[in-house]
């Protein structure tokens, strides 16, 4: 039995030292395709099912191969599908790393069998900076301070805000970060977080965090939830419990996907921090590059706006997600 391991494992390793020479490099592809193994979060959000829609688009358009794997929000599948594209000898790995720390191991294993890394949407926490060639994703504190700062232009002279925050999955750099952010800009100000969970980027997490904060807490005049499924499910909840959400309880999120901005547009969100899931081009675009061993930024930032109520009504008719 261990002889016959052994020498299937001896056959595997040559059918992938033959691979690798008949391409001219580590790919998984008879001919000249670029293989790209992509690890997706999962389907936690609208924003989510967009970038998921944008990456697979743009990888056809781009001639593209996708090895495509959902992690069901789990850092374990991420690392499993990422070993997986390892072994498979992929050209290029592209992720969006759940949470942002505990990589360094899996990475470190990418780039020792050759297979660069791009890092798109969400960032690692690492003190290693060789460990990936590029980061492709949007500065998600600087979406926390413009969400801040709105509040705090919002409410001037109001002697005391109080806020609850619905924080997406722990650990992950865009929890971390909006947070951050929002803090940042309220500092100094009359704006208090009263209570703070998380809601796991998700609808029902939103709506089941936002029960219990309507329980413990008659005085919330604000949520703040770092993306639009989880303040749509406050939105439920708020109704839920008698009270007008957009009026008696102000909401801001992070996002801009088409229910968000329909919800704004009618008055039941009062500020939206738009997020932009459409990285699929781009990504391809750097992928090309990282393969050809071209040079390219450590980091690509994407460029957002802000939208209030008038102007989601102006935009809502021309939102592809
Ligand atoms: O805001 C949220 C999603 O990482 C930017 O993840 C992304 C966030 C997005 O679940 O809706």
Same mark, same amino acid.
């Given at each position: 039995?261990?002889?016959?391991?052994?020498? @299937?494992?001896?056959?595997?390793?040559?059918?992938?030292?033959?691979?690798?020479?008949?391409?001219?490099?580590?790919?998984?592809?008879?001919?000249?395709?670029?293989?790209? /193994?992509?690890?997706?979060? %999962?389907?936690?959000?609208?924003?989510?099912?967009?970038?998921?829609? !944008?990456?697979?688009? +743009?990888?056809?358009?781009?001639?593209?191969?996708?090895?495509?794997?959902?992690?069901?929000?789990?850092?374990?599948?991420?690392?499993?599908?990422?070993?997986?594209?390892?072994?498979?000898?992929?050209?290029?790995?592209?992720?969006?790393?759940?949470?942002?720390?505990?990589?360094?191991?899996?990475?470190?294993?990418?780039?020792?069998?050759?297979?660069?890394?791009?890092?798109?949407?969400?960032?690692? $926490? !690492?003190?290693?900076?060789? &460990?990936? +060639?590029?980061?492709?994703?949007?500065?998600?504190?600087?979406?926390?301070?413009?969400?801040?700062?709105?509040?705090?232009?919002? @409410?001037?002279?109001?002697?005391?805000?109080?806020?609850?925050?619905?924080?997406?999955?722990?650990?992950?750099?865009?929890?971390?970060?909006? =947070?951050?952010?929002?803090?940042?800009?309220?500092?100094?100000?009359?704006?208090?977080?009263?209570?703070?969970?998380?809601?796991?980027?998700?609808?029902? /997490?939103?709506?089941?965090?936002?029960? *219990?904060?309507?329980?413990? =807490?008659?005085?919330?005049?604000?949520?703040?939830? =770092?993306?639009? $499924?989880? %303040? &749509?499910?406050? #939105?439920?909840?708020?109704?839920?419990?008698?009270?007008?959400? /957009?009026?008696? #309880?102000?909401? #801001?999120?992070?996002?801009?996907?088409?229910?968000?901005?329909? +919800? &704004?547009a009618e008055g039941r969100i009062n500020f939206i921090v738009e997020c932009n899931p459409l990285l699929g081009d781009q990504l391809m675009e750097l992928a090309k590059k990282v393969v050809a061993g071209e040079e390219v930024p450590h980091r690509v930032v994407v460029?957002? @706006?802000?939208?209030?109520?008038?102007? +989601? *009504?102006?935009? &809502?008719?021309?939102?592809?997600?």
């Amino acid at each position: 039995m261990l002889r016959k391991l052994v020498a @299937t494992a001896a056959a595997v390793t040559l059918f992938g030292a033959l691979t690798a020479c008949g391409s001219g490099g580590s790919s998984g592809s008879a001919d000249d395709t670029i293989v790209m /193994g992509f690890a997706q979060v %999962g389907a936690e959000s609208g924003w989510r099912t967009a970038n998921t829609k !944008s990456v697979q688009e +743009a990888a056809e358009r781009a001639g593209i191969e996708l090895k495509f794997s959902d992690a069901q929000q789990k850092q374990e599948n991420q690392i499993k599908a990422i070993r997986s594209f390892v072994q498979q000898r992929v050209d290029v790995i592209a992720f969006s790393p759940v949470v942002e720390t505990g990589w360094d191991t899996v990475l470190l294993e990418a780039k020792r069998a050759g297979i660069p890394v791009i890092l798109t949407d969400r960032s690692i $926490d !690492s003190d290693d900076e060789s &460990l990936y +060639a590029t980061f492709l994703g949007s500065d998600f504190v600087e979406e926390g301070r413009k969400a801040g700062e709105w509040l705090v232009e919002e @409410t001037e002279g109001e002697s005391r805000v109080n806020v609850v925050e619905l924080e997406g999955t722990t650990g992950a750099a865009p929890a971390i970060d909006r =947070h951050t952010g929002f803090v940042e800009a309220i500092e100094g100000t009359n704006i208090e977080i009263i209570a703070s969970q998380t809601g796991d980027f998700t609808r029902s /997490g939103g709506k089941q965090v936002m029960e *219990a904060f309507l329980k413990a =807490h008659d005085d919330i005049d604000v949520v703040y939830a =770092h993306n639009d $499924d989880m %303040g &749509l499910g406050a #939105i439920e909840a708020i109704q839920a419990a008698g009270k007008k959400p /957009g009026e008696d #309880i102000k909401i #801001i999120t992070v996002d801009a996907v088409k229910d968000g901005m329909q +919800a &704004l547009a009618e008055g039941r969100i009062n500020f939206i921090v738009e997020c932009n899931p459409l990285l699929g081009d781009q990504l391809m675009e750097l992928a090309k590059k990282v393969v050809a061993g071209e040079e390219v930024p450590h980091r690509v930032v994407v460029e957002e @706006t802000t939208f209030t109520q008038e102007q +989601a *009504a102006e935009a &809502l008719p021309d939102r592809k997600y």
